[in-house]
Each structure stands twice: as structure tokens, then as C-alpha cells.
């Protein structure tokens, strides 16, 4: 076998390749790894973790780039110039200035007058990339590249090349599009050549004009829960103390609302988006909202212990998780695994609160999801007795005081959860609003947990609170008064795009004041 590999592999080029690929990855990637470190840097430990198994996929990644180049000796040389000059300015900016090589970039970048890139010229970068261009130079030199007369490593050559192109003109590993030179090769080509309209979906954010008046360090949080019911919430009327620290909360609201849908990945992308429960079939075709908070500067984060990347995977145009500056999702991350309690987020929620920025984050969590058992620490079991979250169970199996029992420990842990994150954001200029994306039966007419056809009461009515912190209130009193006014309505997750972007005071045609909590107006009508 090895005597095979060394007459038709050319070791030699292979060893070039992947060197070339160290280099470049510890050259201009550092920036992005850098960039990453902030936001995951509560958990030192699984940071680096993150990290390190980061670097390795991007590694492969980038072997694959140099070794496709380096199927003619001229592609080679062009390819790595190419790629080691756009990988210099990209990390530059990016380690300099927090600017990313985003599609919201795109624009600004290619469209930029030869006389304004002039007066962005520094001594810093002009040495940066005479560096770097110098160190590309180097190492061609150095190795000697040349076309291989081998066969089999031509076209094993060929069909890197091939992988790499078709991966820059629709990416099949997103994670990639995080680094260089993926994320801006990728945002390029569809910048010059637009979206497949197969795969096309409209921007929201450049399709209108918005007008943004918000505060430089206000802070919006968007929790979305999980199979959560309305009606097991002690603050609710629910005779069971399920909410001891929600209940004692000031400045806190509770509403009654109706759920887009009973399943997640519907209501989820219902709840971000402009169109309601009525035009669930246009949802798909457009951005959310968080490409609008996006382009407006807004620092955007996602956090989640559950991820619906899944649902997008045939889906046109990609997902909301491609809007945000930054996402956090289980799925090939270490951060947060399958099944991570929610408190998990709470330390990543505290380190991206540090800074005074504009910012809006959406924490998604796992909260009463199927197996309730599974969904709280032991130390959040006060109802018993409840199901052994370690044990797989079958919901139509169990035991009905037990499996009651566990849904309302999970709603306990909700609370600990939500009441965890508003101290966190108490002394900020912040809104919270939270709101499941579906309810749940629990045995009514021998229903069980949810997805059942139709408009099923206790799978559609959900809880939706909004919390204003005492700095937020002071600053914007009608805003609370306008909550206070709807305290007694029962609304719907339509109300949840347009109330964001108003409580934000971001401008719009296509924010329906009528549909913003933060406005009285309607309400005062009913």
C-alpha cells in the first residue's frame, strides 16, 4: 500500500499543499479565531475545545483549496496570491475594526470609490500585506511547486477543485462560511452572480428603508420556550407555585397568546418574521427580522440548546442562524450539546452583555420539550414523584402524576431560567420578551405532547411575557405604559416581529404599529 501511494501520489506536492494550508489558516484565520474566543470565552476550557476542533475542520478545508490549485503550476502560484492577498485585507479589518466579510458587506466593499479605498490606505496594512504577500512568495518559492506528472494525483487534483468550487457557490457545511477564504468567496460570488433562484430568498433589510432611533446601549432579548402551556404558569392563575421568582418580578408582564403553529420549526420562523400565522407559506420566501437588526448595527447573537438547522437543510435561501453576527447551536459544537439545560447559556449571556453596544439576542431554549425528566437539573425535582430523565420513556407509557409531575419541574426550571437571564439584564437598558413556540397536551382527550392536526387548544395557547428593565422603563415610560394598557388582552406571536423592532425604536412601513405592544393605540380602541 505504501509503495502504491509513493509511485501515483506525489507526496511531495501533498506535503506543499497542506502546508501552504497551515500557513494561511494561522495567518488570517487567527482573526476570526480571536473573533470566536470573545463569545465563547465563559467556558475557557470548552472554548479552546471549540476552537481547536474548529482549526482542524478549517485545515481540511483549506488542504483541499491548495491542493485543487495546485493542479497546474501557474493556477498554484495565481490561486495562493490571490488567496493570501483577500485573506490579509479580510483579517485586517476583521481583528482591527470587527468588520466581517458579510453579504450585508458585500455593497460597501465592491462598490467602494477607487478614492475612498485610497484614504483607508495605512502604513499598518500596507506593511500587513506586503507580509504576508512576501510570506506567499517565500513559500512557492521554497517548495518549488510544479505541475505533477502524476495521474492519479492530477486527478485527485481535479476533483479538490471541484469540491472547493461548488462549495463557494452554495456551501455545504455553514460553518464554514464563518472563515476565510470561504465566507468572502462565497459573499462574493453571490454579490457579482445573485442567489440561485432556486435557493433565492429576499432580503428584507435592503428590500425597505428603516429608520434607526434606538439607543446605542439598549439591549433586546428574545427568549423563545419550548413546549411551554399558558396555563401551568403560576403567575398565570395555575395552582401549583411553578413560577416563585417570576411571581415576585417588577416591571414584569404575562399575556395570554396564540402560537403560530403546534411545531417548532413552523412557529419558530413564524415568530421572527413580518408575516403572521395567516401567510404561513411566505415566510420562507423572505429574511427575518434579525437581517434588519443586522444591517442596522445591532451586535445579533443566537443562543440555543435545541437547533432546527435540520428543517432548513432543503429549504430555500438558508436560514435565520445566517442573519446573526454570531450563533451558538448544538450540532457539531461542543459549547452546547443535544440536551444541554438551558442554564447553560446564562455564563454566554453574561460575557456578550459586557459591552455597552446596541445589541439583540435570541436565547432558544429547550425548556418543556419531550422527555420532561430530561429537562431540569435534580435539584429543580419538587414535584414528585417524576420520570427518571436518565431512562428513555414512551409519553403514552408513563405514569400520568409522574409525567405531570416533570412537565411542571421543567416549567420550574423556565422560571429559575427567565428570572436567571432579567437579573442579568437589570442593571442594562433592556427589554426581554419571551414566548413559547407551541403548548402542549399533557392527556386532554388522550392527547399527548404535540403535533397533532388542527387548532388544538392547549397546544396553541401559549405564555408571552415582556420585562423592561427599570433604566429602559425611565427611559421610555409610554412604552411601559403601552404593556400596562395590554396587560388584559389576549394577543399572538404575530405581535412579536413588529414589537421588537418598535420596543427597539427602529422605523418602518412595515412595522404594524397596531401589532407593537410597545403602542397603546389599538388596545386602547378594544
Same mark, same amino acid.
Given at each position: 500500500?505504501?509503495?502504491f501511494i509513493q509511485k501515483h501520489l506525489d507526496i511531495t506536492l501533498l506535503r506543499s499543499s497542506l502546508v501552504f494550508a497551515l500557513i494561511y489558516c494561522v495567518l488570517f484565520n487567527s482573526a476570526v479565531f480571536i473573533y470566536k474566543f470573545e463569545y465563547y470565552q465563559a467556558d475557557i476550557?470548552?472554548?479552546?475545545?471549540?476552537?481547536?476542533?474548529?482549526?482542524?475542520?478549517?485545515?481540511?478545508?483549506?488542504?483541499?483549496?491548495?491542493?485543487?490549485?495546485?493542479?497546474?503550476?501557474?493556477?498554484?502560484?495565481?490561486?495562493?496570491?490571490?488567496?493570501?492577498?483577500?485573506?490579509?485585507?479580510?483579517?485586517?479589518?476583521?481583528?482591527?475594526?470587527?468588520?466581517?466579510?458579510?453579504?450585508? *458587506?458585500?455593497?460597501?466593499?465592491?462598490?467602494? /470609490?477607487?478614492?475612498?479605498?485610497?484614504?483607508?490606505?495605512?502604513?499598518?496594512?500596507?506593511?500587513?500585506?506586503?507580509?504576508?504577500?512576501?510570506?506567499?512568495?517565500?513559500?512557492?518559492?521554497?517548495?518549488?511547486?510544479?505541475?505533477?506528472?502524476?495521474?492519479?494525483?492530477?486527478?485527485?487534483?481535479?476533483?479538490?477543485? !471541484?469540491?472547493? $468550487?461548488?462549495?463557494?457557490?452554495?456551501?455545504?457545511?455553514?460553518?464554514?462560511?464563518?472563515?476565510?477564504?470561504?465566507?468572502?468567496?462565497?459573499?462574493?460570488?453571490?454579490?457579482?452572480?445573485?442567489?440561485?433562484?432556486?435557493?433565492?430568498?429576499?432580503?428584507?433589510?435592503?428590500?425597505?428603508?428603516?429608520?434607526?432611533?434606538?439607543?446605542?446601549?439598549?439591549?433586546? $432579548?428574545?427568549?423563545?420556550?419550548?413546549?411551554?402551556?399558558?396555563?401551568?404558569?403560576?403567575?398565570?392563575?395555575?395552582?401549583?407555585?411553578?413560577?416563585?421568582?417570576?411571581?415576585?418580578?417588577?416591571?414584569?408582564?404575562?399575556?395570554?397568546?396564540?402560537?403560530?403553529?403546534?411545531?417548532?420549526?413552523?412557529?419558530?420562523?413564524?415568530?421572527?418574521?413580518?408575516?403572521?400565522?395567516?401567510? !404561513?407559506?411566505?415566510?420562507?420566501?423572505?429574511?427575518? *427580522?434579525?437581517?434588519?437588526?443586522?444591517?442596522?448595527?445591532?451586535?445579533?447573537?443566537?443562543?440555543?440548546?435545541?437547533?432546527?438547522?435540520?428543517?432548513?437543510?432543503?429549504?430555500?435561501?438558508?436560514?435565520?442562524?445566517?442573519?446573526?453576527?454570531?450563533?451558538?447551536?448544538?450540532?457539531?459544537?461542543?459549547?452546547?450539546?443535544?440536551?444541554?439545560?438551558?442554564?447553560? *447559556?446564562?455564563? /454566554?449571556?453574561? #460575557?456578550?452583555? @459586557?459591552?455597552?453596544?446596541?445589541?439583540?439576542?435570541?436565547?432558544?431554549?429547550?425548556?418543556?420539550?419531550?422527555?420532561?425528566?430530561?429537562?431540569?437539573?435534580?435539584?429543580?425535582?419538587?414535584?414528585?414523584?417524576?420520570?427518571?430523565?436518565?431512562?428513555?420513556?414512551?409519553?403514552?407509557?408513563?405514569?400520568?402524576?409522574?409525567?405531570?409531575?416533570?412537565?411542571?419541574?421543567?416549567?420550574?426550571?423556565?422560571?429559575?431560567?427567565?428570572?436567571?437571564?432579567?437579573?442579568?439584564?437589570?442593571?442594562?437598558?433592556?427589554? *426581554?420578551?419571551?414566548?413559547?413556540?407551541?403548548?402542549?397536551?399533557?392527556?386532554?382527550?388522550?392527547?399527548?405532547?404535540?403535533?397533532?392536526?388542527?387548532?388544538?387548544?392547549?397546544?396553541?395557547?401559549?405564555? !408571552?411575557?415582556?420585562?423592561?428593565?427599570?433604566?429602559?422603563?425611565?427611559?421610555?415610560?409610554? #412604552?411601559?405604559?403601552?404593556?400596562?394598557?395590554?396587560?388584559?388582552? @389576549?394577543?399572538?406571536?404575530?405581535?412579536?416581529? /413588529?414589537?421588537?423592532?418598535?420596543?427597539?425604536?427602529?422605523?418602518?412601513?412595515?412595522?404594524?404599529? @397596531?401589532?407593537?405592544?410597545?403602542?397603546?393605540?389599538?388596545?386602547?380602541?378594544?
Open positions: 500500500m505504501f509503495k476550557l470548552t472554548a479552546i475545545l471549540e476552537l481547536v476542533k474548529d482549526f482542524v475542520y478549517v485545515l481540511v478545508s483549506l488542504f483541499l483549496f491548495f491542493f485543487g490549485l495546485s493542479l497546474h503550476r501557474v493556477l498554484f502560484i495565481v490561486g495562493s496570491l490571490i488567496l493570501f492577498i483577500t485573506g490579509a485585507l479580510a483579517s485586517y479589518y476583521l481583528f482591527f475594526f470587527s468588520i466581517a466579510p458579510t453579504p450585508a *458587506m458585500m455593497p460597501a466593499l465592491f462598490g467602494t /470609490h477607487p478614492t475612498e479605498v485610497y484614504e483607508l490606505v495605512s502604513a499598518r496594512i500596507v506593511v500587513w500585506l506586503f507580509f504576508s504577500v512576501g510570506i506567499c512568495l517565500y513559500s512557492i518559492k521554497h517548495f518549488n511547486i510544479q505541475t505533477t506528472k502524476m495521474f492519479l494525483t492530477r486527478i485527485l487534483s481535479a476533483v479538490c477543485l !471541484l469540491i472547493i $468550487v461548488v462549495n463557494i457557490i452554495n456551501p455545504k457545511f455553514s460553518f464554514l462560511k464563518s472563515y476565510f477564504p470561504m465566507q468572502y468567496l462565497h459573499n462574493g460570488y453571490v454579490f457579482f452572480m445573485g442567489p440561485s433562484k432556486e435557493y433565492a430568498k429576499e432580503d428584507i433589510s435592503s428590500k425597505f428603508t428603516f429608520i434607526d432611533s434606538s439607543d446605542k446601549d439598549v439591549v433586546g $432579548v428574545l427568549v423563545i420556550g419550548e413546549s411551554a402551556r399558558y396555563s401551568n404558569f403560576a403567575i398565570n392563575g395555575y395552582e401549583r407555585n411553578t413560577t416563585p421568582n417570576l411571581s415576585k418580578i417588577d416591571n414584569l408582564a404575562s399575556f395570554k397568546a396564540h402560537a403560530c403553529a403546534n411545531t417548532t420549526y413552523l412557529s419558530v420562523p413564524c415568530m421572527l418574521s413580518r408575516y403572521g400565522e395567516k401567510d !404561513l407559506n411566505l415566510i420562507d420566501t423572505e429574511t427575518s *427580522m434579525l437581517s434588519i437588526l443586522t444591517r442596522l448595527g445591532f451586535d445579533t447573537v443566537w443562543m440555543g440548546t435545541q437547533s432546527i438547522t435540520k428543517y432548513y437543510k432543503n429549504k430555500p435561501g438558508g436560514s435565520f442562524y445566517d442573519e446573526v453576527n454570531f450563533h451558538m447551536i448544538p450540532g457539531g459544537s461542543l459549547v452546547f450539546l443535544p440536551n444541554s439545560h438551558d442554564g447553560q *447559556m446564562l455564563p /454566554h449571556l453574561e #460575557k456578550n452583555l @459586557e459591552s455597552n453596544s446596541k445589541k439583540f439576542l435570541v436565547l432558544h431554549s429547550t425548556g418543556s420539550h419531550w422527555n420532561y425528566g430530561e429537562r431540569y437539573p435534580r435539584e429543580f425535582a419538587q414535584f414528585q414523584p417524576d420520570l427518571d430523565g436518565s431512562i428513555k420513556h414512551d409519553a403514552s407509557s408513563c405514569n400520568k402524576e409522574e409525567l405531570i409531575n416533570s412537565y411542571d419541574n421543567s416549567i420550574l426550571y423556565t422560571d429559575f431560567f427567565l428570572s436567571s437571564v432579567i437579573d442579568r439584564l437589570k442593571d442594562k437598558k433592556a427589554f *426581554m420578551i419571551y414566548a413559547s413556540d407551541h403548548g402542549e397536551s399533557l392527556g386532554e382527550r388522550g392527547r399527548l405532547t404535540h403535533g397533532g392536526d388542527g387548532d388544538i387548544p392547549e397546544q396553541r395557547t401559549v405564555p !408571552l411575557m415582556v420585562w423592561m428593565s427599570d433604566s429602559y422603563k425611565e427611559a421610555y415610560p409610554d #412604552k411601559w405604559s403601552a404593556i400596562e394598557v395590554a396587560k388584559s388582552k @389576549e394577543i399572538s406571536h404575530d405581535y412579536i416581529f /413588529h414589537s421588537i423592532l418598535d420596543c427597539l425604536g427602529i422605523e418602518s412601513v412595515i412595522i404594524d404599529k @397596531e401589532l407593537s405592544l410597545c403602542r397603546a393605540n389599538s388596545f386602547e380602541k378594544g
